[in-house]
């Protein structure tokens, strides 16, 4: 059934962005709003605002009951959730529908299955993907541990089966030093999260991290290619590419077949992302998750195949299926994006409040700037620091960084300051422009960057 | 014997607790020490220690647990020794 009237469940660039797909579709629109959004740019533009609850994300965009009263009170028939906040919450998806709404993703079981780590794991090696060679399951023994070591090879990682977000982790090297650190971490997952259960697992040294968007419609899935989003600080990526110019033609191929069968395979409805790290000296790649929402970095696939992802998201959830078939995706060119955050990158990226006096935004061919912003915007502290993404599109990745470096001279945000000048760094970085990094590679650069900048005669003829 | 204050250092959410499972930093009738932490802010995704300029007895907080605070905002009153 066609979909009526839409409830954006979310804020920021992206309910921007979800607004202006829905109004296309000659949709009517609502907005869920905390107090602190009433004056945001979504708020301005959508045909409705529910104000859902105070400030605090735990009382507003991330309360279930608050966002459901606010679809009823609206008459909405459907709802989006963008990404983060519920956009991955099983249990919300399934209390959307049981109130007669439709809920623009997978359903409640997809999201669970995806979400469970070792569920995840074992669905992608079901579907023919490579998973990153490890124990199957729990390791009971330091004896168990050290036969299963020598399969495995090393270095490898023992985590705690109880952990997660980085806890919990210890990289070994060699047999000699394995039995004693399996017994310390099994000490360790103990005393940190009451259970002494761990598992292993290769460790990728030098990876980069690679996704496939992938679209289907319970039915047919197809993937719409990969991105390269390696350039990351503290897990966070910063600047994400499409396609990834790292990949042979071949191993693209292979990858994004991977990324569609799993999805078919688990009938997978709407938009969602495989991710996998890549191994570029010996062409492993490895599932390393699925993300069963629509991503930030999406507008990058967008700009290389020409699909609007959430107007095909959309479509689908209105019952329209997938009105593209896999040979009808094609690559065109090359695009980069850069997350425009309000983060004094000089200042060890502390938030950078205020309002927006001066807004020049970038423009020209080729150029997209997804935003929230508005000359005379006074940014909220309760929120996250994307101010918004700066996408370009052009013939090649040399072509794109040039355009990339243009673009961001356009950018004006004072006073507030913004992650813009360290991409003006980055776009002249000799091992930037020769894809010579890593998923370490970032933060290890920093120091150097930020100090040889610094250093730089540019400083005073800014002013 | 004199009133003083203790004040966000920045906009945000204001934290009475460590952790959502952990007690309070301090409760009205606790004494504090200078330099000792009394709670948290957090301004996008970042979380700041608020932190007693001077020493002295907490006679009460003026703004509740997870309470949206701007910045210089009075977050608890004292009255200093």
């Known amino acids: ?463 | 014997m004199s009133n003083a204050s203790i004040q966000a250092p920045v906009p945000g959410v204001f934290y009475r607790r460590p952790a959502p499972d952990q007690p309070p930093f301090k409760e009205a009738g606790d004494s504090v020490a200078v330099g000792e932490v009394i709670g948290l802010v957090e301004v996008m995704k970042t979380f700041y220690e608020v932190k007693a300029e001077q020493a002295g007895t907490i006679t009460e907080f003026l703004v509740e647990n997870e309470g949206a605070v701007t910045a210089g905002q009075v977050l608890a009153s004292l009255t200093s020794a």
């Open chain 1, 1 to 463: 059934m066609p979909l009526r009237k839409l409830l954006i469940a979310n804020r920021g660039e992206i309910a921007v962005r979800l607004l202006r797909a829905a109004r296309e579709r000659g949709l009517a629109t609502v907005l869920a709003a905390s107090e602190a959004d009433r004056d945001s740019l979504a708020a301005g533009l959508a045909d409705e605002v529910e104000i859902i609850g105070p400030p605090p994300v735990r009382k507003s965009y991330l309360d279930p009951a608050a966002i459901l009263a606010a679809a009823e009170r609206s008459g909405a028939d459907a709802l989006h959730p963008g990404y983060g906040f519920l956009s991955e919450n099983a249990a919300f998806a399934d209390e959307v529908r049981e109130a007669g709404l439709v809920f623009v993703g997978p359903t409640g079981d997809t999201i669970r299955r995806m979400g469970d780590k070792a569920a995840a794991r074992r669905t992608a090696a079901e579907a023919g993907v490579p998973v990153v060679p490890g124990s199957e399951g729990r390791v009971e023994d330091p004896e168990e541990a050290a036969r299963l070591a020598g399969e495995i090879g090393y270095p490898l990682m023992i985590k705690a089966a109880a952990g997660g977000g980085g806890r919990g982790i210890r990289v070994v090297h060699d047999a000699a030093e394995l039995r004693d650190q399996a017994l310390r971490a099994q000490a360790e997952a103990e005393a940190a999260f009451g259970d002494r259960g761990i598992y292993l697992e290769k460790y990728i040294e030098r990876a980069r991290h690679i996704e496939v968007q992938v679209l289907g419609d319970g039915e047919r899935a197809i993937h719409l290619f990969e991105r390269e989003c390696t350039l990351q600080r503290r897990h966070q990526k910063v600047w994400e590419e499409a396609p990834s110019a790292s990949l042979t033609p071949e191993k693209r191929e292979e990858l994004c077949a991977a990324a569609a069968r799993l999805a078919e395979g688990i009938g997978y409805s709407g938009a969602g992302t495989v991710e996998f790290i890549y191994d570029d000296r010996t062409g492993d790649f490895f599932f390393l998750e699925m993300n069963t929402r629509l991503q930030v970095e999406h507008p990058t696939t967008e700009m290389v195949t020409g699909v609007d992802l959430v107007r095909a998201m959309l479509g689908i959830a209105g019952g329209e299926g997938l009105q593209l078939r896999q040979e009808e995706v094609v690559l065109r060119g090359h695009s980069i994006e850069v997350r425009i955050n309000a983060e004094d990158y000089r200042n060890q990226f502390f938030p950078s409040l205020g309002r927006v006096d001066h807004l020049r935004l970038p423009g020209g061919p080729g150029v997209r700037f997804d935003t929230l912003l508005y000359p005379g915007y006074d940014i909220p502290p309760f929120y996250d620091s994307l101010l918004g993404k700066l996408i370009v599109h052009d013939l090649d990745r040399e072509h794109a960084l040039g355009r990339l470096r243009a673009a961001l001279g356009e950018l004006d945000t004072a006073p507030v300051v913004t992650t813009a000048g360290l991409f003006s760094l980055l776009v002249e970085d000799p091992d930037v422009r020769a894809l010579r990094f890593d998923t370490q590679w970032l933060e290890q650069r920093l120091p150097g960057l930020l100090e040889e900048a610094g250093a730089a005669p540019t400083e005073t003829t800014t002013r």
